[in-house]
């Protein structure tokens, strides 16, 4: 069975990545670049879910802790480190496995992210400023007038997403929209690096979540929010405003209880857990879906992926 040098391993959050991930990089000699846009921030552990020491030590791990919390981490950005990272895995004659379930930054790292303008900090100020005084479903009114294809697929409390999309308006003149050049239907995998997109029925998969945000609330996650912003990280940071940061800051500002701030972060990953499904049904032709058996152990997982990369039948 020949191993691509390169492949991916995709699939919504709380899906079990990360462990079958693992297992897969020690069955192969590999390493594990991850394609995450919230645990490559710095300092943001319990929240992101971030692999465990134990588990970095396991198999390397890279592309985690890139950023200050106060830092925006654009996929452009997160594409040289990948670039980067690729190498150095590969210059050691490692095979590199990239998993992850952010679907913008898998586009930029498959090298099909357009160039559009860089931030500008005055804009985006301005634009959280709009959003404390009339809340972010202002600024969505106002991108559904400049901008109606971004407005409906922004949802109207992603505030960092409808900032970015006004932003590219407001300094170009041309609705984001209409800037997109990659084509809109599923891109055809056929030639570059396979893709394998791991999946759990749906009840099962929002069970997981569910346990997994308690989880993270039983290990401290109120206690690191406050931690951070002790330290001076503003409240409205670019990493703060990641699902279950920018849940627990308002819990730490006193306008909900942290029961309340659970709930809400239960409700946003399980949204959050579908639009990632969407995106990568969608977006790529020759993706592979393999679902995850409630019985199986993630070796067993592993095994069944690699079965699948290689279209061989599945392993029983």
Not at 28 to 36: A, R, V
Not at 244 to 269: K, M
Request: positive net charge.
């Amino acid at each position: 069975m020949t191993i691509p040098d390169l492949f991916y391993l995709v699939g919504p959050t709380a899906v079990g990545k990360t462990a079958v991930a693992i297992a897969l990089a020690r069955r192969i000699g590999g390493e594990i670049l991850s394609i995450d846009s919230r645990q490559a921030y710095r300092d943001l552990e319990i929240g992101t879910a971030k692999p465990t020491p134990d588990e970095r030590h396991a198999v390397p791990h890279h592309l985690l802790d890139l950023f200050d919390p106060t830092e925006v981490a654009s996929a452009a950005r997160f594409r040289e480190a990948f670039r980067r990272g690729l190498e150095s895995v590969h210059g050691r004659g490692r095979r590199a496995l990239a998993v992850g379930g952010a679907g913008l930054y898998v586009d930029a790292c498959l090298g099909r992210l357009d160039p559009l303008p860089p931030a500008d900090p005055a804009i985006r100020a301005r634009h959280r400023a709009w959003a404390e005084r009339e809340g972010s479903a202002a600024l969505h009114a106002r991108l559904r007038e400049v901008d109606p294809p971004s407005a409906k697929r922004i949802a109207p409390a992603d505030l960092k997403r409808i900032s970015r999309a006004l932003e590219v308006y407001e300094r170009t003149g041309i609705p984001m929209s209409r800037q997109a050049h990659q084509p809109e239907g599923p891109w055809p995998l056929t030639g570059g690096p396979p893709m394998v997109l791991l999946s759990r029925p749906r009840e099962e998969l929002y069970a997981r979540i569910r346990a997994r945000a308690h989880a993270m609330v039983e290990a401290g996650l109120a206690a690191e929010v406050r931690a951070l912003l002790d330290r001076g990280v503003p409240s409205d940071a670019p990493g703060l405003a990641s699902i279950g940061y920018a849940e627990f800051v308002r819990a730490a500002r006193g306008e909900i209880s942290e029961a309340q701030a659970l709930d809400l972060l239960i409700q946003a990953t399980r949204r959050y857990a579908k639009r990632q499904l969407a995106w990568f049904r969608n977006r790529y032709a020759g993706l592979r879906e393999l679902e995850i058996r409630c019985s199986e152990t993630a070796a067993q997982t592993a095994q069944r992926v690699l079965d699948a990369l290689a279209d061989r039948p599945p392993s029983t």
